[in-house]
């Protein structure tokens, strides 16, 4: 169950100090991404304005703080995968286990739908075992959300002087007929989404 007061909303300008340290944790204490440095502000905000420009980036806030973020990028660049996107969710690690990746995702994933997207697909490092840089949380949460393992790729990352697994995971979250509906991208929508959304509109400003 959702913790009250969350809501979820667009990613604005002002945000991007607060949730490039929330994945700094991530890169620097995790093994759940594999990068070794941590972008600086101003080049997360870059990532984030490139993302929009055709995805959804929405960001989970209670009484004035962000809790975290989830993105939906391209699953391939070619355009027969345009009905595939990739997932992306980073929490502020006391956030966790709220409700509140959950609500990200629900939002997420009705802007796919609405976009034409129908498959979704998760890319998770997961250890051989636990231990203190990885566990199998992220993947947990992934089929708790609806996704299955379509993939696995053995030994393909080394950080902190260790080998982690990576797998990916997919959801399907409408039909594929012979007509599918076109690929909208998100801004075309926007508006559109967040009026039909107000659940999760109530703290954003537009």
């Known amino acids: 169950m959702a ?10 300008r002002n945000d991007m100090e607060a949730l490039s340290e929330i994945y700094r944790h991530y ?5 759940v ?7 600086s502000a101003a080049a997360f905000a870059a990532r984030a304005e490139e993302t929009q420009l055709r995805y959804p980036f929405f960001a989970a806030e209670k009484e004035g703080r962000l809790l975290g ?4 990028g391209p ?9 595939s ?3 992306t ?4 690690p006391d956030a966790r286990g709220k409700g509140t990746g959950r609500m990200l995702y629900a939002a997420l994933e009705e802007a796919l739908r609405r976009m034409g997207v129908l498959n979704l697909y998760a890319c998770i490092a997961v250890p051989e075992q636990a231990d203190e840089y990885l566990d199998f949380s992220s993947e947990a949460f992934h089929t708790a959300m609806g996704f299955r393992r379509a993939g696995f790729f053995e030994n393909c990352g080394y950080k902190f002087g260790r080998w982690y697994h990576m797998i990916w995971m997919e959801k399907m979250i409408g039909s594929h007929g012979e007509s599918p509906a076109p690929f ?13 959304q107000r659940r999760f509109s109530e703290c954003w400003t537009r």
């Not at 969710?89 to 502020?92: D, E, G, K, S, V």
């Open 75 to 83: 699953f391939h660049p070619r355009i027969a995968y345009v009905r």
């Open 184 to 196: 909208t991208p998100f801004p075309e929508l926007r508006d559109a989404f967040w009026e039909k």
């Open 85 to 87: 996107s990739e997932l």
């Open 69 to 72: 973020y989830a993105y939906a």
């Open 89 to 92: 969710i980073y929490l502020a």
């Open 27 to 31: 890169v620097e204490r995790t093994a």
């Open 33 to 39: 991404t594999f990068e070794y440095e941590a972008p």
């Open 3 to 12: 913790d009250a007061g969350i809501c979820i909303r667009p990613v604005q």
